[in-house]
T-cell receptor, first 110, second 113 residues
Framework: DQQVKQNSPSLSVQEGRISILNCDYTNSMFDYFLWYKKYPAEGPTFLISISSIKDKNEDGRFTVFLNKSAKHLSLHIVPSQPGDSAVYFCAGGSNYKLTFGKGTLLTVNP | DVKVTQSSRYLVKRTGEKVFLECVQDMDHENMFWYRQDPGLGLRLIYFSYDVKMKEKGDIPEGYSVSREKKERFSLILESASTNQTSMYLC????????????FGPGTRLLVL
């Protein structure tokens, strides 16, 4: 049973445009959600998080939106930069544990 | 600066061998985790620990055990390695009061022949 789903394995955007990465979840007990970024041969790095009681959190070029009724969250990157090219994982968390999606490979073309 | 280190970046072992993967964090974090990452499957939690000598099973604990004798060190043990345990293994840690943010090590790519 996949509790966190990232249905797009890959996404390609032009530099300067908006990147929108999507994530759906089935577990209503998650207390918070996070996005992690992963470059090849490195461990994932924390990007941004949102509490389950919020619907938006913004940090510089990164904004996460949470729609609890739809059990959907999204990460917006504006403007996208070539250095943003990486695999992005969304995760839901509660009681110490994180449950990750399978990841979306974002490629930002110069 | 937060740092999680893993003892090896690459490891090649034979089927049936006992394998130890070591993880050390220098942030005085209470919680530590072991994941494996496989293509198309994302990160899956194997075991975690929220205190010294404490351990909890994650989603895929079969074939693995762990040890946490000191706060800064969390070991993953493959008692008898099998080819289906060929994977990227990632260690992470987090603070008790900020447990939503986990810090990851660089990973160990294990090949079991």
């Amino acid at each position: 049973d996949q509790q966190v789903k990232q249905n797009s394995p890959s996404l390609s955007v032009q530099e300067g445009r908006i990147s929108i990465l999507n994530c759906d979840y089935t577990n209503s007990m998650f207390d918070y959600f996070l996005w992690y970024k992963k470059y090849p041969a490195e461990g994932p790095t924390f990007l941004i998080s949102i509490s389950s009681i919020k619907d938006k959190n913004e940090d510089g070029r990164f904004t996460v939106f949470l729609n609890k009724s739809a059990k959907h969250l999204s990460l917006h990157i504006v403007p996208s930069q070539p250095g943003d090219s990486a695999v992005y994982f969304c995760a839901g968390g509660s009681n110490y544990k994180l449950t990750f999606g399978k990841g979306t490979l974002l490629t930002v073309n110069p | 600066d937060v740092k999680v280190t893993q003892s090896s970046r690459y490891l090649v072992k034979r089927t049936g061998e006992k394998v130890f993967l070591e993880c050390v964090q220098d942030m005085d974090h209470e919680n530590m985790f072991w994941y494996r990452q496989d293509p198309g499957l994302g990160l899956r939690l194997i075991y975690f620990s929220y205190d010294v000598k404490m351990k909890e099973k994650g989603d895929i604990p079969e074939g693995y055990s762990v040890s946490r004798e000191k706060k800064e060190r969390f070991s993953l043990i493959l008692e008898s390695a099998s080819t289906n345990q060929t994977s990227m293994y990632l260690c992470a840690s987090s603070k008790q009061e900020a447990q939503e943010t986990q810090y990851f090590g660089p990973g160990t790519r294990l090949l079991v022949l």
